[in-house]
């Protein structure tokens, strides 16, 4: 078992947080004792109303794990993973859970590399497609048996007006719209803006739709609903319909979200190695009717 100094413990946990999580709430933290590793939950760091079985939080935590042994196999060290069972749901109590149990050992060959520092959300259009880009396409499908690739322009486009029906659909829930305005950061007085949260410059708004946001998602919504404008000022169909395919992410059904978590950063990390940039759409798989319109498909 290997012991890791506090210094190089921080400058683990420094590229470990670049794991992506829901919302970007950050909810995972750290607990370094000799050479074992705690990973703990905070509970006030998720989204209830839009994950109110946790399935995120826990997903995002497995994501933050799988940072944390890419950060140590560049380093030539391994961990052996332990979970734990009677982990709670995020919203139980005020108090860290833990979640997972790391010992930490030598002996492995590192992996070399991976487009951890890279790797973002991306909020912008797409490039077009050419015939590289379909090689690379072909590479990632072939490699991540874990993606299923949606490739025709017109799945594509049905598949990018199902998630503004989706998104429109979460939106018109009040409580919602008001989880959702609490972690995003759309301005730059916000003390949390380079810390957590989604904010302005991660999702690609100017600072009048960063300003506009407020409102549209705030005291204006119903308004804007019943006349018929927030569909059109809240639809991303411009933007997902370049897409080079869009990446359904799929795993045996009954898996822990822990261990689905893990898959889904080294997914993206996959994307990102053949040279794609990509931007989650949870809506998908969190709205039934979505869910089910693409397993019909």
């Given amino acids: 078992?290997?012991?890791?100094?506090?210094?190089?413990?921080?400058?683990?946990?420094?590229?470990?947080?670049?794991?992506?999580s829901v919302h970007n709430v950050q909810p995972t933290r750290w607990r370094l004792r000799g050479g074992m590793v705690e990973l703990l939950g905070d509970p006030a760091r998720s989204i209830p109303v839009a994950d109110p079985e946790s399935r995120d939080w826990r997903l995002s935590h497995g994501a933050a794990f799988e940072g944390l042994s890419i950060a140590l196999a560049r380093r030539g060290l391994s961990v052996d993973l332990e979970l734990i069972p009677t982990v709670k749901s995020a919203g139980s109590d005020g108090q860290l859970q833990r979640i997972a149990v790391a010992k930490i050992a030598s002996g492995l060959t590192s992996v070399g590399d991976?487009?951890?520092?890279?790797?973002?959300?991306?909020?912008?259009?797409?490039?077009?497609?050419?015939?590289?880009?379909?090689?690379?396409?072909?590479?990632?499908?072939?490699?991540?048996?874990?993606?299923?690739?949606?490739?025709?322009?017109?799945?594509?486009?049905?598949?990018?007006?199902?998630?503004?029906?989706?998104?429109?659909?979460?939106?018109?829930?009040?409580?919602?719209?008001?989880?959702?305005?609490?972690?995003?950061?759309?301005?730059?007085?916000?003390?949390?803006?380079?810390?957590?949260?989604?904010?302005?410059?991660?999702?690609?708004?100017?600072?009048?739709?960063?300003?506009?946001?407020?409102?549209?998602?705030?005291?204006?919504?119903?308004?804007?609903?019943?006349a018929g404008v927030a569909a059109p000022l809240t639809n991303e169909y411009a933007k997902t319909?370049?897409?080079?395919?869009?990446?359904?992410?799929?795993?045996?059904?009954?898996?822990?979200?822990?261990?689905?978590?893990?898959?889904?950063?080294?997914?993206?990390?996959?994307?990102?190695?053949?040279?794609?940039k990509g931007c989650p759409m949870s809506v998908l798989s969190d709205w039934t009717e979505a869910r089910t319109a693409l397993h019909q498909r």
Avoid at 11 to 18: F, G, H, M, N, W
Avoid at 189 to 210: I, T, V, W
Avoid at 245 to 271: C, K, N
């Fill in 1 to 20: 078992m290997i012991e890791l100094s506090n210094g190089d413990f921080l400058a683990v946990i420094a590229e470990t947080r670049l794991a992506p």
């Fill in 114 to 226: 991976r487009p951890v520092a890279t790797r973002t959300s991306w909020r912008g259009r797409f490039q077009v497609v050419d015939a590289e880009t379909e090689i690379h396409l072909d590479q990632l499908a072939a490699s991540r048996p874990d993606l299923h690739l949606i490739r025709a322009r017109t799945d594509i486009a049905n598949t990018a007006r199902l998630a503004d029906a989706a998104s429109l659909d979460f939106l018109r829930d009040p409580a919602h719209r008001r989880e959702l305005l609490h972690w995003m950061r759309l301005s730059r007085r916000h003390p949390q803006f380079n810390r957590d949260g989604l904010n302005a410059a991660a999702m690609n708004l100017s600072a009048l739709e960063a300003w506009s946001a407020n409102f549209v998602l705030g005291p204006l919504f119903n308004i804007l609903d019943k």
């Fill in 241 to 276: 319909n370049t897409a080079a395919a869009i990446a359904v992410f799929h795993r045996p059904a009954g898996e822990d979200p822990f261990l689905s978590g893990r898959a889904f950063y080294s997914a993206w990390l996959a994307m990102e190695a053949v040279g794609f």
